[in-house]
């Protein structure tokens, strides 16, 4: 069965660091462009990208409002593809999706109607 998990949310206080997790089963993650995206409370149809890094040369990308803080890394051996939050804002609550692109797809980051499989998402609230 081909599925993405992600792991690794929770509850953080401002200024603190959280690194989700995104597994692959089914698939070998290894040349899928994967995407980070969240969903920020009470925007029910909208998602935000947060994050790629490519499958052909392992370029990434970040929005704006993550630059700085958050890394986005890839372990083959695991088959999993790593969010490391830093300095976390309240801003950055939501529920955070992983999303894998086919290789055929060459566009960096591209729109998430182009990506094949979507993990469950996994909440993350930066709360005091």
């Known amino acids: 069965q081909v599925q993405l998990v992600e792991s690794g949310g929770g509850l953080v206080q401002p200024g603190g660091s959280l690194r989700l997790s995104c597994t692959a089963s089914g698939f070998t993650l290894d040349y899928y462009t994967i995407g980070w995206f969240r969903r920020a409370p009470g925007k029910v149809r909208e998602r935000e990208g947060v994050s790629c890094i490519s499958g052909s040369n392992g370029s990434t990308r970040y929005a704006d409002s993550v630059k700085g803080r958050f890394t986005i890394s890839r372990d083959k051996a695991e088959n999993t593809v790593y969010l490391q939050m830093n300095s976390l804002k309240p801003e950055d609550t939501g529920i955070y999706y992983c999303?894998?692109?086919?290789?055929?797809?060459?566009?960096?980051?591209?729109?998430?109607?182009?990506?094949?499989?979507w993990g469950q998402g996994t909440q993350v609230t930066v709360s005091s």
């Open positions: 999303a894998a692109a086919p290789p055929t797809i060459t566009t960096m980051c591209p729109a998430m109607e182009e990506y094949d499989y």
